[in-house]
């Protein structure tokens, strides 16, 4: 830059928090509305104890998989029961959700959610943010984010427990093989949360994207290639995956308490 | 008048494109305390409009491929009118050049081995082109930029200031060199900023401002592009060689009028596009002239035909020379069949056997362009497309070797030296000419100033001269506006001086010039000095009306069609003119002086040199007396 | 086709200013830089406004359009109706200049405190890069440095006291090229994080969305520069396998 003194710098003087005439407050209030529903919604059935199980068809909901604690109903606990009975508000899947909850609660995409639609920070690209002061990710509690990786970690092993649910779930009435509706939605669910695991930012660089020479690694090269495929979809199956586990658990809900019946396709 | 404030180098560098940049980088390797002056920020140099690639017989694709053959094709494309030793140094130089860049962080694309991948382009017998996609301007730029900043990061670890040796002074514009005698002493600027002076002292100064493109109506050139290294050089002394050398490309845009000019590559042309007017009539069929009629398709089927079997089949008359091309569209446009936008249609629609997919495939940059800039979908509607102002080969008149222009301490690389090539550019060589000149420049530009006994003296009348000149626009009351007077010297420029080119029309043109030269004196701006657009403008039309008169006057002069240069009353080549550089200077009252235009005999071309060219094809360029010995025997035999 | 649209355009200089209204002509195909030119040419020849190439590849005509960070000469107006009143002001990150044009020499100077590339011990002309180690780094190469993504991180728009301890997305995309090139032998994870400010990215990807080459800053650059970051520096396993001497630390590079 030149160096000849120039007219004191500032910045234009510009009052309005922003001049966008677009509909930009549509993105943060939609964030708001589904997160806050679906933590009301998973809190009330992670709590709720009952209704989690059809043992009919062994079909288990993901919030309550893997079912360890001394209360589970029979059949539900494929991995052991040894948690012992605990206050209402400890889930019974207390080895699971947490990390759940901490891999979705770290994770990139839903990082840029919350961050714009519950702390407005910014709530849209240009629009001033109301705080006085930031500082990110660089301390405490923040600076946790970067154990994402080990909650991905801890997920995708959830993962295999959900795909090992859902294979249980095709068990037909007479006790052999079976499909119905609930199978299906199970399966879905799971191949839609192997979608939103495997396409996590920390995934893909675990798997290739920390080396500097993809040509001296060509199996890894291969997978980063697939991963960073599905990785450019990873906010949609986070959204996705919202709503698939909410089906997923409503569907058993309801069938398990009998308020509707499970559609057979056979047996 | 306020103090103005002085600095002072060893060298100063005009320009931030490709060739200032690798100037400056040379003089502070050469340890020399260094300046960059750029009319606009850091980084942001026409260069980066470069699409192709920057041609170096690296032989990597080919490894035929050497410095003679490269040579060859530059002399070749130039119309044997290149300065033989500036085409040698290119050819033998550019490897390393690119290689060099590639030491400083470029990534190019990579061939399968590792190396740096070459393409094909207009005019080259081997892949040559080192490129990265289509954007190998911006690489060579950024790369440039970033070898600088890693100088002043050695500088600031010395130093502690990261300014102390090399130094960008962004959007600075300097109006005047500065001589003590006839040596270069220094440079008047004004920082555009602030409007205010400054003054750079300094024995040795490099011109790397680029072309002319803004003195033509339609022009693929950005606003910086007003001839001033040019301008800067006449007015201090030195000479412009082959001014009427004007590269006109027969594809720009034409629609919409914020993108008129920018480039439609060739390649679009090359993959199946086919020129057609507002009768839907594949036109260029009724172009072919009658010395092309052999090698070019005489039917659609046949040029069709030739895509996929060159071997067997003419080649459409799409891919006739630039010129050819150029003019073609020009006649069908002046007949009333042009395009709504005053273009012609270009289009590859339904022309490629793998449909949309594969135009957005091949054409991914076109595709997007159309798409962003003109919100057309290349894949459903023709192309509108037009000539452009492209490059001007004329230029600086300059030492091949150490880019030494006539006036001692005076300097030039690029687009705004002359000579390299000749009538007509190469694709691709203009990237490594900037490279391999650049370089060159700053190191001749260093020797220079070590060779000094003694540094030359700014005078204070000279500054103070300096400074009434370009506050003349604001004195003026009542004179015009400069955006009117800009307009019409490039409307004129285009309509007289432009792609086809006539006697009378060429008179016409200087006549308006010598009206315009009145008016470009009485223009007037109001207002602070900061950042002042018009007043800027105002400034830049002494230099725009300089080397348009001196365009117009060597298109005058030279009675042939060669390259860049047609002239409809002399169509063909002349082998006698080939012998002829034209040559511009300043004459007469330095206050109001005159273009003068002189006849300088090419230099002989060195003997090996020569003999890397077969008989046949020198007979073609070159006058009986000047073909070697045996071929001339050969002749009479 | 042509029509008269109102716009209001901020004047002013050092700070202090307003929007001023105009009604100029448009016309089909037209760019919102055009109209500006318009201006320039027939109602206010002193109005600033830096362009250079007309054609996105320069970066210089950076601006606010309705509010959104933009590029003047790729904002075509066909994009609004014609009815709507359009804005145009200064980024706001950096110090007005005049009228459009703004100071940003803080980008320049952010530019120089990153380590540059280190070839090592490779001579010219002696480089092997396969085409697909070289594509990560080429994809951050296609940068324009219109600093709109600079302009319009939070981090630095909104908190001017941040300026000092952060680069901004483009700088930390820089150090993310480099990182990433095949060829280079140093090693910024360090001074990403703590000299330049990665740590202050909370990913919320506006420099992506602004970003006119569509570079996909945050998941290619940041993204991938923060895992990097975090395996050398908050991943308890390297931490105790380091404390175990079982995993060996290389040579930081510090800024320049």
């Known amino acids: 830059m030149s160096t000849l003194d120039a007219p004191a710098k500032e910045r234009a003087r ?128 923040l600076v946790g984010q970067n154990l994402h990786r ?22 037909g009435k007479d006790g052999g093989f079976g499909i119905g509706l609930g199978s299906l939605i199970l399966v879905t669910n799971a191949v839609l949360l192997w979608g939103y695991t495997l396409s996590c930012h920390s995934c893909r660089h675990i798997v290739g994207g920390r080396l500097k020479n993809f040509s001296k690694h060509p199996i890894r090269y291969w997978m980063w290639g697939q991963v960073s495929k599905l990785n450019e979809r990873h906010g949609q199956f986070a959204l996705i995956t919202l709503g698939s586990l909410v089906v997923a658990d409503l569907y058993v809900a309801l069938v398990s308490g009998g308020a509707i019946s499970d559609l057979r396709i056979y047996n | 008048m306020t103090e103005i404030e002085r600095h002072s180098y060893d060298v100063v560098v005009i320009g931030a ?16 305390k260094t300046a960059i002056i750029s009319k606009s920020l850091f980084g942001k140099a ?18 035929n491929d050497n410095w003679q053959v490269h040579f060859r094709d530059t002399m070749r494309g130039g119309k044997f009118l290149n300065n033989w030793r500036m085409a040698e140094l290119h050819a033998k130089e550019a490897p390393d050049r690119v290689w060099e860049l590639e030491h400083w962080g470029a990534l190019f694309d990579r061939t399968k081995d590792g190396k740096i991948s070459q393409r094909n382009f207009g005019g080259h017998e081997y892949p040559r082109l080192a490129h990265v996609g289509d954007r190998t301007g911006l690489e060579l730029i950024r790369t440039a930029q970033q070898k600088i900043v890693a100088l002043q990061q050695e500088d600031h670890r010395d130093h502690g200031d990261y300014d102390a040796r090399l130094k960008v002074w962004a959007e600075t514009t300097v109006t005047r060199l500065l001589l003590d005698g006839d040596r270069i002493s220094g440079v008047f600027a004004y920082v555009r900023e602030t409007g205010k002076f400054v003054v750079f002292e300094a024995p040795a100064v490099v011109l790397a401002t680029g072309g002319i493109g803004k003195a033509f109506k339609v022009t693929s050139n950005s606003w910086e592009y007003t001839g001033d290294g040019h301008a800067l050089a006449l007015l201090a002394g030195a000479t412009l060689l082959n001014m009427e050398f004007v590269q006109f490309h027969p594809t720009g845009m034409v629609w919409p009028p914020s993108v008129k000019g920018i480039l439609v590559t060739e390649s679009v042309r090359g993959d199946r596009g086919i020129l057609k007017n507002s009768d839907g009539k594949r036109f260029m069929f009724d172009y072919i002239p009658e010395v092309f009629k052999a090698q070019y398709a005489t039917t659609e089927e046949e040029g069709d035909r030739w895509y996929d079997d060159p071997d067997n089949n003419r080649r459409p008359p799409e891919l006739l020379p630039r010129d050819e091309v150029a003019r073609a569209i020009n006649s069908e446009v002046k007949a009333n069949r042009g395009s709504p936008h005053g273009g012609v249609f270009l289009t590859v629609v339904d022309r490629m056997p793998g449909g949309a997919e594969e135009i957005k495939r091949r054409l991914p940059a076109m595709h997007h362009q159309f798409k962003e800039l003109a919100d057309v979908d290349i894949t459903k509607e023709p192309m509108e497309v037009g000539p452009t102002c492209h490059y001007v080969m004329g230029g600086v008149e300059v030492d091949p070797d150490t880019g030494a222009a006539l006036v001692p301490g005076l300097f030039a690389a690029g687009e705004c030296s002359g000579g390299m090539h000749g009538s007509n550019r190469l694709g691709g060589n203009s990237l490594t000419d900037l490279l391999v000149f650049g370089r060159r420049a700053g190191l001749g530009a260093a020797e220079y100033v070590d060779a000094l006994a003694d540094r030359p003296a700014v005078s204070a009348e000279e500054v103070e001269a300096a400074s009434a000149e370009a506050l003349e626009p604001f004195d003026r009351t009542g004179g015009e506006n400069p955006y009117t007077v800009h307009q019409e010297l490039q409307q004129t420029m285009n309509d007289l001086v432009g792609i086809i080119r006539k006697e009378g029309e060429l008179e016409q043109a200087l006549q308006s010039l010598d009206k315009l030269r009145a008016r470009v004196a009485n223009v007037a701006v109001e207002g602070g000095r900061g950042y002042h657009p018009g007043w800027h403008l105002a400034l830049d039309l002494r230099n725009m009306l300089l080397v348009s008169e001196c365009i117009a006057k060597a298109a005058l002069e030279r009675q042939e069609s060669r390259g860049g240069h047609t002239r409809d009353d002399h169509p063909a080549m002349s082998a006698d003119w080939r012998k002829v550089n034209l040559v511009c200077r300043l004459v007469g009252d330095p206050a109001d002086p005159r273009v003068e235009l002189k006849r300088q005999p090419l230099e002989p071309m060195r003997e090996d040199l020569i003999t890397l060219f077969e008989n046949d094809e020198l007979k073609k360029y070159l006058t009986e007396e000047e073909l070697p010995v045996s071929a001339a025997a050969e002749e009479k035999a | 086709m042509s029509y008269e649209a109102k716009f209001r355009v901020w004047r002013g200089d050092a700070g202090e200013g307003e929007l001023t209204d105009y009604t100029v002509e448009v016309n089909e195909g037209e760019v919102v830089l055009d109209i500006i030119h318009r201006l320039q040419a027939t109602q206010a020849p002193d109005l600033a406004v830096r362009w250079n190439c007309k054609a996105g590849k320069c970066g210089s005509c950076s601006a606010e359009i309705n509010g959104m960070p933009r590029l003047l000469c790729m904002t075509r107006m066909s994009t609004f109706s014609p009815d709507e009143t359009i804005t145009v002001t200064p980024v706001r990150t950096f110090p007005v200049i005049r009228d459009l044009v703004t100071d940003v020499s803080f980008n320049y100077e952010k530019a120089r405190q990153i380590p540059s590339f280190d070839p090592g011990d490779t001579k010219p002309g002696e480089f092997r890069m396969m ?126």
């Open chain 1, 14 to 141: 510009l009052e309005e928090r922003t001049l966008r005439t677009d509909r930009w407050r549509q993105y943060p209030i939609f964030i708001v509305v589904v997160f806050t529903a679906w933590v009301a919604y998973a809190t009330v059935r992670a709590m709720m104890g009952q209704y989690y199980w059809v043992d009919e068809y062994h079909y288990l909901t993901p919030f309550y998989s893997p079912c360890v604690s001394v209360e589970c109903v029979p059949g539900s606990a494929h991995f052991g029961e040894f948690l012992p009975k605990l206050p209402f508000f400890i889930p019974f899947a207390a080895i699971s959700l947490p990390f759940l909850l901490l891999f979705r609660l770290t994770c990139y995409y839903y990082r840029k959610a919350y961050y714009r639609g519950f702390w407005a920070s910014p709530s849209a690209c240009a629009v001033r943010e109301p705080h006085k002061k930031y500082t990110g990710e660089r301390r405490f509690p």
């Open chain 1, 150 to 171: 080990y909650f991905w970690l801890a997920a995708a092993l959830i993962s295999l427990i959900n795909t090992y649910d859902a294979v249980l779930a095709f068990h």
């Open chain 2, 17 to 32: 494109g490709g060739a200032g940049l690798r100037a400056a980088i040379e003089a502070r390797l050469q340890g020399k």
């Open chain 2, 46 to 63: 026409h260069t980066v409009m470069a699409e192709g690639g920057a041609a170096a017989a690296m032989g990597n694709v080919n490894p």
């Open chain 3, 131 to 256: 085409q697909q180690d070289v594509e990560r780094s080429q994809e951050f190469r296609k940068c324009i440095e219109c600093f709109l993504c600079n302009n319009v991180c939070h981090v630095i728009r909104d908190h001017e006291e941040n300026k000092e301890s952060f680069a901004g997305p483009r700088f930390l995309m820089r150090i993310s090229e480099l990182e990433m090139h095949p060829a280079d032998a140093a090693d910024r994870r360090k001074i990403a994080q703590e000299d330049h400010g990665l740590g202050f990215c909370n990913i919320t990807k506006c420099c992506t969305e602004v970003c006119p080459e569509h570079i996909k800053i945050t998941d290619n650059a940041l993204i991938p520069m923060k895992e990097r970051v975090a395996g050398q520096k908050y991943d308890p396993l390297v931490w105790l396998g380091s404390k175990l001497g079982i995993v060996k630390k290389g040579q930081d590079t510090p800024s320049a």
